[in-house]
């Protein structure tokens, strides 16, 4: 907008007031305040985005995990404490993972913490794979053992064969590991008798 204005005033600047048409000058007067306004909201807009964030980032800190509302910058902080910081995760992945926690029906991370607690996100990983993968794999392992099947049901890739069997063939490894998988149903996927979860080891 600050272009567009520009754009506008450059046009006219080399005019003198008087030369204006007076119903021109009216609607430029008026944009000029429309403009202002927006400009205002916009600042805004960006404060409170900001304030959120600082706000989300310290509940985590502090472990009030239901209050924390599942946000690209919320998973970050949550997972950096959960699973230790990985510096190779990028912005683009913390986006496209907080958009698949909506997916599966979490609304919280008090939601998330639940589905995961009692799982080893390095045994997980070395089950599949011999080795500590990143931060966000072994968070997925985690929701997947959690959830058991509900993972692929609701997944944003469940019509996909690929996914299916691939996952369903991760589950499989973990069950011959002796890890109990869940049946977690995080809180929007949950019917009036709530699926009950199995003790993880």
């Known amino acids: 907008m600050q272009h567009s204005w520009a754009e506008i005033e450059h046009d006219i600047q080399y005019k003198a007031v008087e030369t204006i048409p007076i119903t021109i000058r009216r609607r430029f007067m008026a944009l000029a ?43 970050k902080t949550y997972l950096d404490k959960k699973l230790g910081a990985d510096g190779r995760m990028t912005e683009f992945s913390y986006q496209w993972t907080a958009k698949l926690l909506h997916k599966l029906g979490f609304v919280d ?54 996914f299916v069997n691939s996952y369903q063939k991760n589950l499989e490894k973990f069950r011959q590991a002796d890890i109990a998988i869940g049946s977690y149903l995080p809180t929007n996927r949950r019917s009036a008798e709530p699926a009950t979860q199995a003790d993880p080891e």
């Open 33 to 75: 305040g429309l403009l202002e306004i927006a400009d205002r909201e916009f600042q805004a807009i960006q404060d409170e985005d900001e304030k959120l964030r600082t706000e989300a980032r310290k509940s985590v800190q502090e472990g009030k995990l239901d209050q924390v509302e599942i946000t690209p910058d919320a998973l």
């Open 109 to 162: 991370f008090k939601d998330i913490d639940e589905c995961i607690s009692g799982y080893d996100d390095d045994r997980l990983s070395r089950i599949l794979w011999g080795t500590r993968q990143g931060q966000l794999t072994r968070f997925e392992y985690l929701l997947l053992t959690g959830m058991g099947e509900n993972f692929i049901k609701f997944h944003l890739w469940k019509n996909q064969d690929w």
